[in-house]
């Protein structure tokens, strides 16, 4: 397919928001950057046999979920999505449909949290390669960062651990079983977190796509805190307590790709959180604490009467 024509298939016909000057069609985008805010920057790409396997996931599903990685990072650093650029690479047998079906993906999501596309790349490569920059607003004093947790916090997770995990799982013993599966390929990320934590004056937070364990060290390390874990406390859904224990704990701390938030916040802010999550029907869960630290930032996992030291476990590119 030919470049030129791929940009006039997605060019969209109006964007969302009215900071956008210029969209796409010119050499670069122009925006009015939303007046007394922030802009906060993300990237994420994910790549054919990396992150996705065209055997079991459609173009839609793709363009869904590489969007949602984005929107994943603006909501864990407090910001509001707004706009995003991509980066395509694309084999040379792809037609229009094999596009738009990509494209219809990213949009629907897109829609769901009004972003706009206002631009982005395209050359050929061997395999499905796509690159997104998103950007997002928010007020200085609402920015939430790994490096704003303080001793006595509570430690507290969004949804459900190692769902996506399991549903790639799932999907690689060709199993049937939606919930998971969608979880996988179609994640949505915690919008309603930005409303419900909007009161607090401290959030710490981080979002999950390595996996608990490392998500938890980065929070520990940039801001200088021992973390302690309840392994107990962590959330689960029913049907995942029937599996094998070792497998299931391997899933919870590791798999990663929930792109679910955890994060810390104060005791006195955290009853405040906790209820305004119940009303928006975000399921939070405290799973720990906060301590003090006096050498080198650690992890530590409680299991009954056994401390562990949780390393970094989740997924790593080598
Ligand atoms: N190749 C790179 N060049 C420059 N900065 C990078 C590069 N890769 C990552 N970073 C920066 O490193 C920091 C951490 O990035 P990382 O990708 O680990 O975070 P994340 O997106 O939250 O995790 P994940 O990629 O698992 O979703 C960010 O500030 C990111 O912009
Ligand atoms: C086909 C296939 N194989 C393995 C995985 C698992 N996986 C790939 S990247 C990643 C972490 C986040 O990546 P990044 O740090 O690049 O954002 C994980 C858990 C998958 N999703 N699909
Ligand atoms: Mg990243
Ligand atoms: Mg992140
Ligand atoms: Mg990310």
């Known amino acids: 397919m030919k470049e030129t024509d791929l940009i006039n298939q997605i060019t969209p016909s109006f964007y969302r928001q009215s900071s956008v000057v210029t969209g796409i069609g010119d050499d670069g985008a122009v925006i009015k950057p939303p007046n007394g805010h922030e802009l906060v920057i993300v990237a994420d790409a994910m790549i054919e046999d990396v992150h996705f396997s065209l055997n079991y996931m459609n173009l839609s599903d793709v363009g869904h979920r590489v969007l949602a990685a984005n929107v994943s990072d603006l909501i864990a650093m407090g910001s509001k999505p707004l706009y995003y650029i991509i980066t395509l690479g694309v084999p040379s047998d792809y037609n229009h449909k094999d596009i738009q079906l990509l494209y219809d993906g990213l949009n629907q999501l897109a829609k769901v949290y009004n972003m706009d596309l206002i631009g982005g790349d ?152 906790e209820q305004s999550c119940q009303k928006l029907n975000i399921p939070i869960k405290s799973i720990g604490t906060v301590t003090s630290s006096s050498s080198t930032p650690k992890v530590n996992l409680i299991e009954g009467d056994q401390i562990t030291l949780l390393d970094r476990k989740g997924y790593e590119h080598s």
Not at 178 to 199: C, G
Not at 214 to 240: K, Q
């Open 122 to 273: 395209t050359t050929s490569s061997n395999k499905l390669m796509i690159s997104i920059t998103a950007f997002g607003s928010v007020l200085p004093n609402r920015k939430r960062l790994r490096s704003q947790a303080d001793a006595g916090d509570v430690v507290f997770v969004t949804g459900y651990l190692g769902e996506s995990g399991y549903g790639l799982h799932l999907l690689n013993d060709q199993i049937d079983e939606d919930y998971f599966i969608n979880r996988h390929k179609r994640p949505v990320p915690r919008q309603d977190f930005l409303y419900a934590s909007e009161p607090l004056s401290r959030v710490c937070l981080n979002d999950i796509s390595d996996g608990i364990s490392t998500e938890l060290n980065e929070i520990a390390e940039a801001s200088l805190v021992n973390i302690e874990i309840n392994y107990e406390s962590l959330p689960v859904h029913e049907e995942m307590k029937k599996l094998n224990s070792t497998f299931l704990k391997e899933l919870i701390l590791s798999a990663g790709e929930d792109f679910e938030l955890v994060g810390t916040c104060s005791v006195q802010e955290w009853k405040q959180l």
